[in-house]
């Protein structure tokens, strides 16, 4: 398939079937992708028993993971392929087993090879979780058409 020859809808849907496909901790943290569009992401999961610290509230690794995976929904929505280049989070509130996080990453600057995105956690109640920041770096080629 030539990205190239796709609409923007058709490169965000491919884009978005591929991470979904192939990210492993989608599948592992039961996250949910809610909304994809040209560098947007929404993407929620419901804190489980698994992603509970020693304190018995939810993990800071799987609130990161969480932002970490509509950033890179984000940030490769256009079909280039990006990676991290930095990340960092703020944590602001607790989670707890059972409450419902929405990550929304949100494209603030796209240049030629880099792009910063900020990424807000929110809980079912609206009240902010997390705030994660991050730089993606494009790489010089696009999404694979095949699987690899």
């Known amino acids: 398939m030539n990205l190239n020859k796709l ?13 979904e496909k192939r990210d492993r901790l989608i599948e592992l943290f039961g996250m949910k992708i809610e ?31 969480l ?15 990006a990676l991290a280049l930095e990340a960092s989070i703020n944590y602001l509130r607790p989670a707890k087993k059972g409450e419902i996080l929405k990550a929304m990453a949100r ?3 796209l240049g030629k090879k880099t ?23 494009c790489l010089d080629e696009k999404f694979p058409s095949k699987d690899k």
């Open 7 to 19: 609409s923007t809808d058709g490169v965000v849907r491919f884009v978005r079937e591929h991470i």
């Open 35 to 65: 909304n994809v569009e040209p560098g947007k992401a929404d993407v929620v999961m419901t804190v489980t028993e698994n992603q509970l610290n020693a304190a018995s509230l939810c993990h800071g690794g799987a609130i990161f993971s």
């Open 67 to 81: 932002a970490d995976v509509a950033f890179a929904l984000a940030c490769n929505s256009h079909g280039v392929m």
């Open 107 to 109: 494209e603030k600057n």
């Open 115 to 137: 792009g910063l995105y900020i990424v807000e956690v929110i809980n079912e109640k609206g009240k902010k979780v997390a705030f994660f920041k991050a730089t993606a770096y």
